[in-house]
Structure formats: C-alpha cells, structure tokens
T-cell receptor, first 114, second 113 residues
Framework: GAVVSQHPSRVICKSGTSVKIECRSL??????MFWYRQFPKQSLMLMAT?????????EQGVEKDKFLINHASLTLSTLTVTSAHPEDSSFYIC??????????FGSGTRLTVV | AQSVTQLGSHVSVSEGALVLLRCNYS??????LFWYVQYPNQGLQLLLK??????LVKGINGFEAEFKKSETSFHLTKPSAHMSDAAEYFC???????????FGTGTRLTIIP
C-alpha cells in the first residue's frame, strides 16, 4: 500500500531557530500534499495545501512566512518552521494524495520549542 | 463548504460490546466521507471511506459505517469492542476525494475491561 514517510518524528529546538520537517511518498507520486497541525487532544487543522511545482495555498490565519512549504517533487514536500517560538510547539502531520487514491498520512512530527 | 460534526468527544464501552461513534455531515454536493483512527503520537490510519458506491462500507479491524443521506449521517460501528480499539477516531469529509479534508473534532474511545 501507499506509504508516506515523515521525518523527524520528534524534534526539540531552541526558540528563534528554524526546523525543517520532511514528508516523502515512498511508493507513489503525490500530486498534492497537505500539512496539518494538531494541538493536544484536538482535531487536525489544515495549514496549507501544496501541489508539485507551485506555491502552497495557505489556510486563513496561517503565516506563510513562518511556515514555509516547499513541494519540489512529486515525492517530497517540506515544512520549515522559521524562527520558532514555544507557541509553535505542536504535532505536525503531512498527508499525500493523488486522484482516485485518497489520502495517506505521515506518522507525524512532535515539535517542542524551548 | 463541507463540514462534519462528531457527537460525543468521549465514548466508553465495555470489551465485547457494540461500538457506535456518530458523525453527521454537511455538504452542498455528494461528499466523500472518511473515518480515521489515531493512536497516541502517531499519524492517521484510514478505517474506511465512502465514495458514492455502496452505502454500507466495510473497513479494517471489523469496523463498518453506513451512509444515510436522509439523515446526513455516517456513523461508525463495530459489533464487538476489543481493547486494541482504544484510540481517537476522526470523521472527515472532502469534495472530490483528493481535495482538502475537513475533520471533525474527534471521539476518544475507551474500552472498559
């Protein structure tokens, strides 16, 4: 079946630094990738949608300059949290999709900013 | 715009009892509906999905859901709960099956031994 690899699974960084999270579709080409943020005991909130080779579409209220999304190939999308602050601490999950095949989720990244 | 509402943020059932998790949807067009399960600190695993074919959808781990247009519902059931079913369950909707997913608020299922 379709597999999406997300790395790292956990990361701790200092306030003010940047963190990059990778999302790879291992055995299929993902035309679209989605990035979600999940606060403890809450649902997933869509942050942005990205299509290969084009700029990401951010949801309302998401700072595009803080959460940089790159979808350089059909198998790789990255989310960079720039100048991270403690309030950015969260669980980030990516999802990859292709027409007719639904969605496949990564295993998530727990970001802690200290 | 489409949305889903999950009734009951917490559901507890005894091991071996029926599991029923409720989801109601709102959509201006025929929706694609999904149920996902999430274990702590993990991503989401697809249980089942409705894509306008059969209204009774069978998924993994003994789960099934029935699409009822008249009730705008897509409730998730399992005849006999197992301890391993304890997790967070999310109902979700999308327009065409590969557009963005909109999630419900989730239901935490606890299994009582």
């Amino acid at each position: 079946g379709a597999v999406v690899s997300q790395h790292p699974s956990r990361v701790i960084c200092k306030s003010g630094t940047s963190v990059k999270i990778e999302c790879r579709s291992l055995d299929f080409q993902a035309t679209t990738m989605f990035w979600y943020r999940q606060f403890p005991k809450q649902s997933l909130m869509l942050m942005a949608t990205s299509n290969e080779g084009s700029k990401a579409t951010y949801e309302q209220g998401v700072e595009k300059d803080k959460f940089l999304i790159n979808h350089a190939s059909l198998t790789l999308s990255t989310l960079t949290v720039t100048s991270a602050h403690p309030e950015d601490s969260s669980f980030y999950i990516c999802s990859a999709s292709r027409p007719g095949h639904g969605y496949t989720f990564g295993s998530g990244t727990r970001l802690t900013v200290v | 715009a489409q949305s889903v509402t999950q009734l009951g943020s917490h559901v507890s059932v005894s091991e071996g009892a029926l599991v029923l998790l409720r989801c109601n949807y709102s959509s201006s067009v025929p929706p694609y509906l999904f149920w996902y399960v999430q274990y702590p600190n993990q991503g989401l695993q697809l249980l089942l999905k409705y894509t306008s074919a059969a209204t009774l959808v069978k998924g993994i781990n003994g789960f099934e859901a029935e699409f009822k247009k008249s009730e705008t519902s897509f409730h998730l059931t399992k005849p006999s709960a197992h301890m391993s079913d304890a997790a967070e369950y999310f109902c979700a909707v999308s327009l065409f099956g590969n557009e963005k997913l909109t999630f419900g608020t989730g239901t935490r299922l606890t299994i009582i031994p």
